[in-house]
């Protein structure tokens, strides 16, 4: 099934390729209460950065590349195509690939063209050319859309870089398919539909769960809590004295240069000590002083992240 409308329209009313990775914790990305939080609509920011500007302008690139080194003919659809059996699972395809040659009316897609841009230092994340080790979310984005279109191969096409293009092939795995529409399932009507936050997994989701306290409320801890506080405490120590052996290295290194603003070894730059560019910043205290009705206009509350502080107990 397929529906001939803006895709970024409708998130909120699907799982879709980009959020399955990120549902079962494998988004470096983003959680799954991230996710929770757009399908409920308590979160309604679109995801904007650089990267994924990049990642949207690059797409009709790496497609054209992929069909220079293949000579197969892709076919771009914008429509949502909806999981047979889960009205809630829909795909949006980057291009269909034709093997047989040019297409026409009578032609059948083969397989999923899927692209991708990514860091040259993150290659050590991805196996050897035309293998299936692809990073684990993207693996499972791919095998989302093959069980929604029914196709049973998908070429991941990514540019490292401007430098290393890359093609991995990945077939389908029924097993894996119905592991991963289990979890999107659990996700969708435990989840969404019943309006419960999933589980936190990080200290981000943490604050974005609990941002507000209670000043009149308090919990007992069990007694693994008070040897995990234990434990944070020695590493919390453990940190500081590695920080103090950070300082004294850079004290030794700054030493040496002195007003030298670099240093080299065997000709090579070991170090540089540089002043930035300078940089502007308004000085709010003087503008109170000088014009504190001005100031008083632009002010505005600030709400601060509450802050968890591990107290040392004598028992």
Same mark, same amino acid.
């Given at each position: 099934?397929? +529906?001939?409308?803006?895709?970024?329209?409708?998130?909120?009313?699907?799982?879709?390729?980009?959020?399955?990775? =990120?549902?079962?914790?494998?988004?470096?990305?983003?959680?799954? !209460?991230?996710?929770?939080?757009?399908? #409920?609509?308590?979160?309604?920011?679109?995801? $904007?950065?650089?990267?994924?500007?990049?990642?949207?302008?690059?797409?009709?690139?790496? =497609?054209?590349?992929?069909?220079?080194?293949?000579?197969?003919? !892709?076919?771009?659809?914008?429509?949502?195509?909806?999981?047979?059996?889960?009205?809630? @699972?829909? =795909?949006?395809i980057d291009?269909?690939?034709?093997?047989?040659?040019?297409?026409?009316?009578?032609?059948?897609?083969?397989?999923?063209?899927?692209?991708?841009?990514?860091?040259?230092?993150?290659?050590? $994340?991805w196996g050897?050319?035309?293998?299936?080790?692809?990073?684990?979310?993207?693996?499972?984005?791919?095998?989302?859309? @093959?069980?929604?279109?029914?196709?049973?191969?998908?070429?991941?096409?990514?540019?490292?870089?401007?430098?290393?293009?890359?093609?991995?092939?990945?077939?389908?795995? !029924?097993?894996?398919?119905?592991?991963?529409?289990?979890?999107?399932?659990?996700?969708?009507?435990?989840?969404?539909?019943?309006?419960?936050?999933?589980?936190?997994?990080?200290?981000?989701?943490?604050?974005?769960?609990?941002? %507000?306290? $209670? *000043?009149? %409320?308090?919990?007992? =801890?069990?007694?693994?809590?008070?040897?995990?506080?234990?434990?944070?405490?020695? !590493?919390?120590?453990?940190?500081?004295?590695?920080?103090?052996?950070?300082?004294?290295? %850079?004290?030794? +290194? @700054?030493?040496?240069?002195?007003?030298?603003?670099?240093?080299?070894?065997?000709g090579k730059?070991?170090?540089?000590?540089?002043? *930035?560019? *300078?940089?502007?910043?308004?000085?709010? %205290?003087?503008?109170? #002083?000088?014009? *504190?009705?001005?100031?008083?206009?632009?002010?505005?509350?600030?709400?601060?992240?509450?802050?968890?502080?591990?107290?040392?107990?004598?028992?």
């Amino acid at each position: 099934m397929l +529906i001939n409308q803006d895709f970024s329209v409708d998130r909120s009313k699907y799982i879709g390729g980009s959020d399955i990775g =990120a549902i079962l914790g494998l988004s470096r990305f983003r959680s799954p !209460l991230e996710v929770w939080l757009e399908k #409920t609509g308590k979160e309604t920011k679109k995801p $904007d950065s650089l990267p994924l500007r990049f990642g949207s302008f690059a797409e009709a690139f790496v =497609a054209s590349e992929y069909a220079r080194a293949t000579s197969f003919e !892709l076919i771009h659809d914008e429509s949502i195509y909806i999981h047979p059996k889960h009205s809630f @699972m829909s =795909a949006h395809i980057d291009r269909f690939v034709l093997e047989g040659g040019a297409a026409s009316s009578t032609s059948n897609p083969t397989r999923i063209l899927e692209c991708k841009t990514a860091n040259p230092f993150s290659s050590g $994340d991805w196996g050897e050319v035309g293998s299936d080790e692809v990073p684990m979310s993207y693996l499972c984005q791919c095998i989302w859309y @093959m069980a929604i279109t029914n196709i049973n191969k998908v070429d991941l096409a990514v540019l490292f870089g401007n430098s290393d293009f890359r093609i991995y092939e990945i077939s389908r795995d !029924l097993e894996l398919e119905t592991v991963i529409l289990q979890k999107a399932s659990l996700f969708w009507n435990e989840y969404v539909l019943k309006d419960i936050a999933p589980p936190a997994q990080s200290e981000s989701d943490c604050q974005t769960l609990f941002s %507000k306290g $209670d *000043p009149a %409320k308090s919990v007992e =801890a069990k007694a693994q809590t008070l040897e995990l506080s234990k434990r944070l405490q020695l !590493l919390n120590s453990e940190i500081d004295v590695r920080e103090e052996e950070i300082s004294s290295i %850079k004290q030794n +290194i @700054m030493n040496q240069m002195g007003d030298a603003e670099s240093m080299t070894y065997q000709g090579k730059v070991l170090a540089t000590w540089k002043a *930035p560019k *300078p940089s502007f910043r308004l000085d709010s %205290k003087r503008l109170e #002083t000088d014009h *504190p009705q001005i100031a008083s206009n632009y002010k505005i509350p600030v709400q601060n992240s509450r802050r968890l502080v591990i107290k040392e107990l004598s028992l």
